[in-house]
């Protein structure tokens, strides 16, 4: 009866196996084994496995640091079945059977296999030139005094840097994992949040200038930002690994999660304090971004009026 | 001969002049010595002890102002005690080092003024004035300033300041800390006012004894002292905002123009107004210009909380060489950076509540509105509100209106908001 014996690495995944089809089996260090593995903390003749029904039986040949048993699914321990998981030294091994079942087969990932269309010059050129334009233009909107290239280079370079550096991390990651980079594909990932991240933060807080919801405030936008995160990351981690999607959903969702609870704990000095000083929407955008009429002085001055009830019931609790 | 002779005449002059000045100096060192040597078994230090170490806390002076032993000193000398009482006591303590306890029976706390009664007290009593003095006439504080024992300081009246709504008397002569409570004499030894404050360089203020006659007769009508201190105290700030804002109210409210708007003027002779622009700047990109408004009353409440302010403030803003983004980046920068012009802590008030809007003029001027307000926590219905408003229909120019109330009641700030905001116009 044939026997696999797998060398399992970090993590449990297989390293490399052996494949024998012999009903004796020698492992040791010792090159007159049928399986010759190098770990010097496994003996020269380290072991035999016999086979012996369905499953095989283990001989100490006498090892110094001998063998540990880590899983055996048979009901008796003399007798190892497929599957069982031993240790020499500090080797795990596998045996397996032929007929060992196996897990389905995964499908490819819709993005990876829509990854050739992401990995392309044609799709990563214009999200990076849109890119541009949009910092460009966020940079230029936001500046108090006369525009000037030197101040406004250093801030673009050094965004798109971050961006570059986060396709290298993820392409790095997929190198190792599948043996695929897909640079491209990352970079245009990032690039592709990035600008999803500023078109809604436009889009909200011209929202939030105009009606004064709480929808649109300060807790949705950090909303939507740890959503086009969550996506983001999801994605990338699609791209360069192959963990299925449920890991990467709740690997994204904690991760996200993590986030969130850090920026939390921040504020939570903040929470409850006393400020002297009034916390008012200070937000003002130039006329073509304000859509809504005004209200007359006395609407406005009947709509404050519940703020006085407001503060006596916080000036009661003291 | 003859220019000898004349000579003679200016050396004469001379002499007679200075003769005439150093004794005119003697004679008011004279005054001055005889005023101390009168007075000074009736000046008392008044102490604040902290029951829990025993020390005191806080000195002032004080005097009596009958033979009942019936004190007048100031409120922010006695403030602990009438705000903890659980936690401080009052005594005083005499020239002769005599020690007696002391009771708080009333206070006038718009006028920093407080009434505390002894009760063995045998020292002599104080005459108020019945008039106001000249101005130019000389007056003496008397007063116990920094722990050094009795001082007395010549100094001379000059009249009731009007830079305030609360009428204070200008003393031009040194008050220092510990002098607070004590008397300022003439030279026939009547009261013409309490020492209270002092803005440095000589320039000193008194309470006008009219004030301290108004309290004393009226615990003198009432006979009793004041069994709830916080109450008296809220409705003095309750009734005291209530008279301003009527007179105000009452008043011609007189725009004044600021580049293309209207904005309010000043609107009493107690509201001064300062202003300023940034057009001898040569390498200002954009023009600004404003316009601030306030009176200098600040009701003592407590080492951290004041009230009794009112100030308002314009900005005009012409983008120049900034575009409409930039502009409005700043303008933003800005219309962020406004707090209220008067000091409180947690213990006094809550945080402010704020609610914003857009409004619209007839004229159709769009405006961001922003009302903020925060309540006193031991003087129910007295709020400080702070106001806020700026234009955002124009790409290229921009107004800021502000104002801030301390110390106001409902009624009353929503009634000067609506006439704040139909006089500052920009059509």
Same mark, same amino acid.
């Given at each position: 009866?044939?026997?696999?014996?797998?060398?399992?690495?970090?993590?449990?995944?297989?390293?490399?196996?052996?494949?024998?089809?012999?009903?004796?089996?020698?492992?040791?260090?010792?090159?007159?084994?049928?399986?010759?593995?190098?770990?010097?903390?496994?003996?020269?003749?380290?072991?035999?496995?016999?086979?012996?029904?369905?499953?095989?039986?283990?001989?100490?040949?006498?090892?110094?640091?001998?063998?540990?048993?880590?899983?055996?699914?048979?009901?008796?321990?003399?007798?190892?079945?497929?599957?069982?998981?031993?240790?020499?030294?500090?080797?795990?091994?596998?045996?397996?059977?032929?007929?060992?079942?196996?897990?389905?087969?995964?499908?490819?990932?819709?993005?990876?296999?829509?990854?050739?269309?992401?990995?392309?010059?044609?799709?990563?050129?214009?999200?990076?030139?849109?890119?541009?334009?949009?910092?460009?233009?966020?940079?230029?909107?936001?500046?108090?005094?006369?525009?000037?290239?030197?101040?406004?280079?250093?801030?673009?370079?050094?965004?798109?840097?971050?961006?570059?550096?986060?396709?290298?991390?993820?392409?790095?990651?997929?190198?190792?994992?599948?043996?695929?980079?897909?640079?491209?594909?990352?970079?245009?990932?990032?690039?592709?949040?990035?600008?999803?991240?500023?078109?809604?933060?436009?889009?909200?807080?011209?929202?939030?200038?105009?009606?004064?919801?709480?929808?649109?405030?300060?807790?949705?936008?950090?909303?939507?930002?740890?959503?086009?995160?969550?996506?983001?990351?999801?994605?990338?981690?699609?791209?360069?690994?192959?963990?299925?999607?449920?890991?990467?959903?709740?690997?994204?969702?904690?991760?996200?999660?993590?986030?969130?609870?850090?920026?939390?704990?921040?504020?939570?000095?903040?929470?409850?304090?006393?400020?002297?000083?009034?916390?008012?929407?200070?937000?003002?955008?130039?006329?073509?971004?304000?859509?809504?009429?005004?209200?007359?002085?006395?609407?406005?001055?009947?709509?404050?009026?519940?703020?006085?009830?407001?503060?006596?019931?916080?000036?009661?609790?003291? | 001969?003859?220019?000898?002779?004349?000579?003679?005449?200016?050396?004469?002059?001379?002499?007679?002049?200075?003769?005439?000045?150093? &004794?005119?100096?003697?004679?008011?060192?004279?005054?001055?010595?005889?005023?101390?040597?009168?007075?000074?078994?009736?000046?008392?230090?008044?102490?604040?002890?902290?029951?829990?170490?025993? %020390?005191?806390?806080?000195?002032?002076?004080?005097?009596? !102002?009958?033979?009942?032993?019936?004190?007048?000193?100031?409120?922010?000398?006695?403030?602990?005690?009438?705000?903890?009482?659980?936690?401080?006591?009052?005594?005083?303590?005499?020239?002769?080092?005599?020690?007696?306890?002391?009771?708080?029976?009333?206070?006038?706390?718009?006028?920093?003024?407080?009434?505390?009664?002894?009760?063995?007290?045998?020292?002599?009593?104080?005459?108020?004035?019945?008039?106001?003095?000249?101005? @130019?006439?000389?007056?003496?504080?008397?007063?116990?300033?920094?722990?050094?024992?009795?001082? !007395?300081?010549?100094?001379?009246?000059? @009249?009731?300041?009007?830079?305030?709504?609360?009428?204070?008397?200008?003393?031009?002569? &040194?008050?220092?800390?510990?002098?607070?409570?004590?008397?300022?004499?003439?030279?026939?030894?009547?009261?013409?006012?309490?020492?209270?404050?002092?803005?440095?360089?000589?320039? &000193?203020?008194?309470?006008?004894?009219?004030?301290?006659?108004?309290?004393?007769?009226?615990?003198?009508?009432?006979?009793?002292?004041?069994?709830?201190?916080?109450?008296?105290?809220?409705?003095?700030?309750?009734?005291?905002?209530?008279?301003?804002?009527?007179?105000?109210?009452?008043?011609?409210?007189?725009?004044?123009?600021?580049?293309?708007?209207?904005?309010?003027?000043?609107?009493?002779?107690?509201?001064?107004?300062?202003?300023?622009?940034?057009?001898?700047?040569?390498?200002?990109?954009?023009?600004?210009?404003?316009?601030?408004?306030?009176?200098? *009353?600040?009701?003592?409440?407590?080492?951290?909380?004041?009230?009794?302010?009112?100030?308002?403030?314009?900005?005009?803003?012409?983008? *120049?060489?900034?575009?409409?983004?930039?502009?409005?980046?700043?303008?933003?920068?800005?219309?962020?950076?406004?707090?209220?012009?008067?000091?409180?802590?947690?213990? *006094?008030?809550?945080?402010?509540?704020?609610?914003?809007?857009?409004?619209?003029?007839?004229?159709?001027?769009?405006?961001? %509105?922003?009302?903020?307000?925060?309540?006193?926590?031991?003087?129910?219905?007295?709020?400080? !509100?702070?106001?806020?408003?700026?234009?955002?229909? *124009?790409?290229?120019?921009?107004?800021? %209106?502000?104002?801030?109330?301390?110390?106001?009641?409902?009624?009353?700030?929503?009634?000067?908001?609506?006439?704040?905001?139909?006089? %500052?116009?920009?059509?």
């Amino acid at each position: 009866m044939a026997v696999i014996i797998e060398v399992l690495g970090w993590g449990g995944k297989r390293r490399k196996y052996f494949k024998v089809d012999a009903d004796q089996v020698s492992i040791g260090r010792g090159y007159d084994n049928d399986i010759v593995l190098s770990d010097p903390h496994i003996s020269a003749n380290h072991l035999r496995l016999n086979a012996c029904g369905e499953g095989w039986s283990i001989t100490d040949l006498d090892s110094l640091n001998g063998l540990q048993v880590i899983k055996n699914p048979s009901t008796d321990e003399r007798i190892f079945t497929s599957g069982a998981e031993i240790k020499l030294g500090r080797t795990k091994l596998r045996l397996v059977s032929e007929s060992h079942p196996l897990e389905d087969t995964k499908m490819l990932h819709r993005l990876e296999r829509d990854t050739s269309k992401l990995n392309r010059l044609s799709v990563w050129l214009p999200l990076l030139v849109m890119v541009f334009v949009t910092q460009l233009t966020s940079v230029y909107t936001s500046t108090l005094a006369e525009w000037e290239w030197k101040n406004t280079i250093p801030v673009i370079i050094s965004a798109q840097l971050v961006i570059f550096i986060g396709a290298i991390f993820w392409s790095l990651v997929g190198r190792l994992v599948r043996q695929e980079a897909h640079f491209l594909g990352q970079y245009s990932l990032i690039l592709l949040a990035s600008l999803l991240f500023t078109g809604c933060g436009w889009l909200l807080s011209t929202l939030s200038y105009n009606f004064s919801s709480v929808l649109f405030g300060d807790m949705a936008q950090q909303l939507v930002s740890m959503s086009i995160l969550f996506l983001l990351l999801s994605a990338n981690l699609a791209l360069a690994t192959n963990l299925s999607s449920r890991a990467r959903w709740s690997g994204c969702a904690a991760f996200v999660g993590v986030i969130l609870i850090i920026g939390s704990i921040g504020q939570m000095k903040s929470w409850d304090e006393f400020s002297p000083f009034p916390q008012y929407s200070s937000t003002l955008s130039a006329p073509p971004l304000l859509v809504v009429k005004g209200q007359t002085t006395e609407q406005f001055l009947a709509d404050i009026v519940p703020l006085f009830q407001l503060a006596d019931k916080a000036a009661l609790e003291k | 001969m003859i220019k000898n002779r004349e000579a003679f005449a200016v050396v004469r002059m001379a002499l007679i002049g200075i003769l005439l000045w150093s &004794s005119s100096i003697c004679a008011q060192n004279d005054i001055a010595r005889n005023l101390f040597a009168d007075y000074k078994s009736a000046i008392l230090q008044i102490r604040i002890i902290d029951l829990t170490s025993g %020390s005191k806390s806080t000195i002032g002076s004080g005097f009596p !102002v009958d033979n009942s032993g019936l004190i007048a000193t100031n409120y922010h000398v006695i403030q602990l005690a009438a705000t903890k009482p659980q936690q401080y006591r009052i005594e005083y303590l005499t020239e002769t080092n005599k020690v007696g306890e002391l009771r708080l029976v009333d206070v006038d706390v718009i006028n920093d003024l407080a009434l505390v009664q002894a009760v063995d007290f045998d020292g002599e009593s104080m005459q108020l004035a019945n008039r106001e003095p000249e101005i @130019g006439m000389p007056v003496y504080a008397l007063g116990n300033p920094l722990d050094l024992g009795l001082t !007395v300081v010549p100094g001379t009246y000059n @009249g009731i300041n009007r830079a305030s709504y609360h009428p204070r008397v200008h003393f031009t002569g &040194s008050l220092n800390p510990g002098m607070s409570g004590g008397p300022t004499m003439d030279r026939e030894g009547r009261v013409v006012g309490i020492n209270v404050a002092t803005a440095g360089n000589q320039i &000193s203020f008194l309470v006008p004894v009219r004030r301290l006659q108004a309290l004393v007769s009226d615990y003198r009508a009432r006979g009793a002292a004041i069994e709830n201190m916080q109450q008296r105290i809220g409705e003095q700030l309750m009734a005291d905002q209530q008279q301003k804002f009527t007179a105000l109210f009452a008043r011609n409210w007189q725009g004044i123009g600021l580049g293309e708007a209207q904005v309010l003027d000043e609107l009493a002779p107690f509201v001064k107004c300062w202003g300023g622009s940034n057009s001898s700047d040569e390498k200002a990109q954009f023009l600004s210009a404003d316009r601030s408004c306030r009176s200098e *009353d600040n009701i003592y409440m407590t080492s951290n909380f004041a009230t009794g302010i009112l100030e308002y403030q314009f900005i005009w803003l012409e983008a *120049d060489q900034l575009n409409s983004w930039q502009f409005y980046n700043y303008y933003e920068r800005l219309f962020g950076d406004f707090a209220p012009g008067n000091r409180a802590g947690e213990e *006094d008030v809550t945080d402010f509540q704020c609610d914003h809007g857009f409004t619209q003029k007839p004229s159709g001027r769009q405006s961001k %509105s922003v009302f903020c307000l925060r309540a006193y926590k031991d003087y129910p219905k007295l709020y400080d !509100v702070l106001f806020l408003q700026g234009s955002v229909d *124009d790409k290229e120019r921009a107004l800021i %209106s502000h104002f801030t109330l301390a110390g106001v009641s409902q009624e009353n700030a929503l009634t000067f908001t609506g006439k704040f905001m139909e006089v %500052s116009q920009w059509q």
